[in-house]
C-alpha cells in the first residue's frame, strides 16, 4: 500500500529557529512530491514541487529535498516567524497510483514571537 | 488570472437532503481531484476526473456519492440523502496535467464546508 507519513505530528519553536519537516513515502516510484501549506478553516496553499529528478527545490526561505531512495522528503524553514505558523501537508504523485496525489496527515506548526 | 473557485463555501443540509458541491478549476486545467478532510484527519482522495471521464473514483463511497465533469461547466461533487458522518471539508484541485504531464503541480480551492445538522 502506499502511503505517506508526518512526523511530527506538531512543532513549536520560538521564532527565529531553523527548524525541518519530515516526509516519508513507502515506494520511491514518483512523478513528484509537492509541499502545500493550510492555514486554518482554508484551503492548500501550492510551497514547493519537487519532480522525481530533482534533488531540491528552494523558495525564499523555504528549501524542499528529496531522496527517493530512501523514500524521504524534507522542509526546512530558515528563521521561521510567526506568520509560518500553519499545517504542512507533503503529497507523493506515485506513478502506479493512476494519476492522483497521496497526502500526509500534516505537521502543524506554531512559531511563538 | 483566477485560481480553483469552489462554491457554496458553507453548506448546510438536513440529514436525508441532496449536497451539490461545484467545482471550477482553473483556467487551463482539464484534470479535477476532488478530496475530503475530515475534522482532525487528512486529506483523502475521493475521485479524479478530465471532462466528460472520471478517471479514478476509488476513493468514492459505494453509495449515495457521485462526480461528473462535463463539457461545459464546473465538476459537481453530489451528495445524496447526507448523513451526519458526511460532515467534512470538501476540496477540490486542478492540474494542468494528469499523469501524462509528470510534473503538473495540483491547486487547490479553499474548499466546501459541509455540516449535516
Known amino acids: 500500500k502506499q502511503e505517506v507519513t508526518q512526523i511530527p505530528a506538531a512543532l513549536s519553536v520560538p521564532e527565529g529557529e531553523n527548524l525541518v519537516l519530515n516526509c516519508s513515502f513507502t515506494?520511491?516510484?514518483?512523478?513528484?512530491l509537492q509541499w502545500f501549506r493550510q492555514d486554518p478553516g482554508k484551503g492548500l496553499t501550492s510551497l514547493l514541487l519537487?519532480?522525481?529528478?530533482?534533488r531540491e527545490q528552494t523558495s525564499g526561505r523555504l528549501n524542499a529535498s528529496l531522496d527517493k531512495s530512501s523514500g524521504r522528503s524534507t522542509l526546512y524553514i530558515a528563521a521561521s516567524q510567526p506568520g509560518d505558523s500553519a499545517t504542512y501537508l507533503c503529497?507523493?504523485?506515485?506513478?502506479?497510483?493512476?494519476?492522483?496525489?497521496?497526502f500526509g496527515d500534516g505537521t502543524t506548526l506554531t512559531v511563538k514571537p | 488570472n483566477a485560481g480553483v473557485m469552489q462554491n457554496p463555501r458553507h453548506l448546510v443540509r438536513r440529514r436525508g437532503q441532496e449536497a451539490r458541491l461545484r467545482c471550477s478549476p482553473m483556467?487551463?486545467?482539464?484534470?479535477v481531484y476532488w478530496y475530503r478532510q475530515l475534522p482532525e484527519e487528512g486529506l483523502k482522495f475521493m475521485v479524479y476526473?478530465?471532462?466528460?471521464?472520471?478517471?479514478?473514483e476509488s476513493g468514492m463511497p459505494k453509495e449515495r456519492f457521485s462526480a461528473e465533469f462535463p463539457k461545459e461547466g464546473p465538476s459537481i461533487l453530489r451528495i445524496q440523502q447526507v448523513v451526519r458522518g458526511d460532515s467534512a471539508a470538501y476540496f477540490c484541485?486542478?492540474?494542468?496535467?494528469?499523469?501524462?504531464?509528470?510534473?503538473?503541480?495540483?491547486?487547490f480551492g479553499n474548499g466546501t464546508r459541509l455540516t449535516v445538522t
Open positions: 484541485a486542478s492540474s494542468q496535467a494528469g499523469r501524462t504531464g509528470l510534473n503538473s503541480p495540483l491547486h
Open positions: 515506494d520511491s516510484a514518483i512523478y513528484n
Open positions: 519537487i519532480q522525481s529528478s530533482q
Open positions: 503529497a507523493a504523485f506515485f506513478i502506479t497510483n493512476a494519476g492522483k496525489s497521496t
Open positions: 483556467k487551463g486545467h482539464s484534470h
Open positions: 476526473l478530465q471532462k466528460e471521464n472520471i478517471i479514478d
